[in-house]
């Protein structure tokens, strides 16, 4: 008895007769189950693949690839450094900014603000932060009109405080000068020149850019800044650039980039897509109890063809084989029809975005989706090795079947 003989009994096992219709429907159900799993699978670890790459596409666009410190907080050579970064092969630009926490006011309202003082004509080679104004201008950090320098600031921050364009808003410091009653806290009035939408909730609440020379005035910097921003061409070569940055400059500069910055999100997101891996794969782990349950119905309804075969020379190997070869066809074409409807409905959710979401909560307007070719290799690959596990009993039950017993009443 060949191989090739072995797939032909496996095949003409999917047919039932007419009197156990059972079999090929338990068929059916079986490849469904395998399908469904696999297709829900992947569709929700390429939903979640699209979530970490739209985050990911929002933090690089308000922050650089890299940030040059000093660990004596300011940088007073920030040009002769800049000048050096530059130089670098695979630096785009690089950015002095002034970053500090301060506390805006507006009427009865206040809130804590990050603001970052920057130069407009630089910042724009380095982020594309002020690509993503939605009133305004930034022209408005450059104009000084009637002594009230201007400040952009996030939408959430402008609803929160119900300000318009136009404002004018006071900025206190905690930091100020020391009077006979203590620190007197620093205060200054700015102009909203305009808002802009990151897309993330955190920058825009608490997020604010002042004009470079306007911030170093205001928190006493004179010359300094407290970083530099860096982009390079690849954000995925950002650690290898911050390596060189730091065996550039030396201490007591320290070259950090937005990977390890933020490092726990991303793990955070890396165990979340891990963890739901795990759980859906418990769907695939299910069906595969109905392929033990459909080969070991056929193994009872066929004892008299098992038994007729091995007293014709089959051995128990080769039964074996019959049925591993049934329950693994169930379990490809499960896997087969499951791909195919997963890679389907993640197209047509990428095109169509025809499942909305509430902007204002989750601030996307659609399901992101990102098709990656790894989860469509590894998915199918669990499955076709679970649903092959799944063979190995009932197959096992079928080559230790007695002809004499199966065929003692016939």
């Known amino acids: 008895m060949n191989f090739p003989y072995h797939i032909f009994i496996a095949l003409r096992y999917f047919k039932s007769k007419k009197k156990h219709r059972g079999i090929s429907i338990n068929t059916v159900i079986s490849i469904a189950g395998v399908a469904l799993g696999v297709m829900t699978l992947l569709t929700v670890l390429s939903v979640m693949s699209g979530f970490h790459e ?24 920030y040009e002769a450094l800049r000048e050096k970064i530059n130089g670098l092969e695979g630096v785009v630009g690089s950015s002095p900014v002034v970053y500090g926490q301060v506390m805006l006011r507006f009427g009865g309202r206040a ?12 910042e724009k080679g380095t982020t594309e932060i002020l690509n993503k104004l939605k009133a305004g201008s930034v022209d408005g950090l450059k104009d000084d009109t009637a002594g009230t320098p201007g400040i952009i600031i996030g939408r959430e921050l402008m609803r929160n405080l119900g300000l318009f364009v136009g404002d004018d808003i006071e900025m206190i410091s905690p930091v100020g000068e020391l009077g006979p009653l203590g620190m007197i806290p620093k205060m200054k009035r700015f102009r909203i020149a305009g808002y802009f939408e990151a897309g993330m909730y955190e920058y825009d609440s608490s997020l604010a850019f002042l004009n470079l020379h306007v911030a170093q005035d205001f928190f006493a910097l004179r010359d300094a800044v407290t970083t530099i921003e860096v982009k390079i061409n690849n954000p995925y070569d950002a650690k290898r650039t911050a390596e060189k940055i730091d065996k550039l400059i030396g201490l007591p500069y320290i070259a950090r980039d937005w990977m390890q910055m933020n490092r726990n999100l991303f793990s955070a997101l890396k165990l979340e897509k891990i963890v739901m891996f795990i759980i859906l794969t418990l769907i695939i782990l299910v069906a595969s109890f109905n392929i033990v349950s459909n080969l070991i119905m056929i193994v009872i309804e066929k004892a008299k063809e098992i038994a007729i075969m091995k007293a014709m020379g089959a051995t128990g190997k080769g039964v074996m084989s019959i049925f591993m070869i049934h329950g693994l066809i169930i379990g490809v074409l499960g896997t087969v029809i499951g791909v195919v409807g997963g890679y389907t409905l993640c197209r047509l959710l990428k095109t169509y975005k025809f499942i909305n979401l509430p902007a204002d909560v989750y ?8 098709i990656n070719p790894f989860d469509f290799l590894v ?11 799944a063979t190995v009993y009932p197959s096992w039950q079928a080559s230790k079947l007695d002809p004499v017993e199966s065929l003692r009443y016939e």
Not at 65 to 76: A, E, M, R, T, Y
Request: no cysteine; charged share 20%.
């Open 111 to 122: 809130s804590g603000v990050v603001v970052r003082g920057i130069d407009p004509d630089i």
């Open 54 to 77: 739209d985050l990911q596409e929002k933090i690089l666009g308000v922050n650089s690839h890299v940030i040059v410190q000093s660990f004596d907080g300011n940088i007073k050579d």
């Open 363 to 370: 601030y996307l307007s659609y399901l992101p989706v990102k």
């Open 379 to 389: 998915v199918p690959a669990a499955a076709i090795l679970i649903s092959f596990l």
